[in-house]
């Protein structure tokens, strides 16, 4: 869900960015060669407009916790398929024995309906435990502790920050649908653009827990904050 800064404002001039709602489903594939490189590849489906029913989501979470409903969705960008494709390169930076801090570059691309864009970014893990760092393909940063191979789960606990710069080509959440021109509000997005996420991560045994915090510059000129914020927190359980 994508929503301007005056979210509680109908008024098309007060919008500094469209409404916009994207709902999809996403299959990917994760190789890993050892400590070498890793890579990623993942076919993403999905709709973007009122049909995602982002509106009524938003608004069913608003009404949950009080908060004022959003005026502007009738001016939301129009339905359009999404079909994204999504590739991502990981190669590590420093040694396996590092014990204490790593790096490993990230280079992807997107390549679809909804968004197309390439970014260049550094994972930096700065351990919290005595014990070394698990690789790379063996790590809750980059989802790849879910080997079936492996009969006994790793604990893990770091803080890491990943600076990150992308190039954007097109982006449907805010130009509108690749194919249809019919979105009452829509801008030109700006190319180049900066995102730094910094968080922690822990496993421990078949449960992983993550708190993100994710920080990007504008997406367009007219939006009013030079920077947006938001945070993510994450729970899961491994069953294999």
Do not use: C
């Amino acid at each position: 869900m994508y929503t301007p800064h005056h979210s509680d404002s109908p008024l098309i001039e007060e919008q500094d960015r469209p409404y916009a709602g994207y709902s999809f489903i996403n299959y990917s594939r994760h190789y890993f060669n050892k400590q070498k490189y890793s890579f990623k590849a993942a076919l993403e489906i999905g709709i973007l407009g009122p049909n995602s029913k982002a509106r009524e989501f938003q608004n069913t979470i608003h009404t949950i916790y009080g908060f004022q409903k959003s005026d502007g969705w009738d001016n939301q960008i129009q339905n359009a398929l999404g079909v994204n494709f999504n590739f991502e390169y990981l190669k590590p930076l420093s040694k396996p024995s590092h014990s204490k801090i790593d790096l490993t570059s990230s280079s992807s691309l997107k390549l679809g309906t909804i968004f197309t864009n390439i970014t260049t970014s550094i994972y930096i893990r700065l351990n919290l435990l005595k014990k070394p760092l698990n690789s790379f393909s063996n790590s809750i940063l980059f989802k790849s502790n879910l080997s079936l191979k492996n009969s006994k789960h790793k604990n893990e606990l770091f803080l890491f920050i990943r600076p990150q710069i992308g190039y954007a080509i097109y982006n449907a959440t805010i130009q509108g649908g690749l194919f249809t021109n019919n979105s009452p509000v829509t801008f030109a997005i700006t190319p180049f653009n900066f995102e730094t996420e910094i968080g922690i991560k822990l496993a421990l045994k078949r449960f992983d827990l993550e708190y993100t915090r994710t920080n990007y510059t504008k997406k367009l000129k007219e939006m009013i904050d030079n920077t947006n914020t938001y945070g993510s927190i994450k729970i899961a359980y491994k069953f294999n």
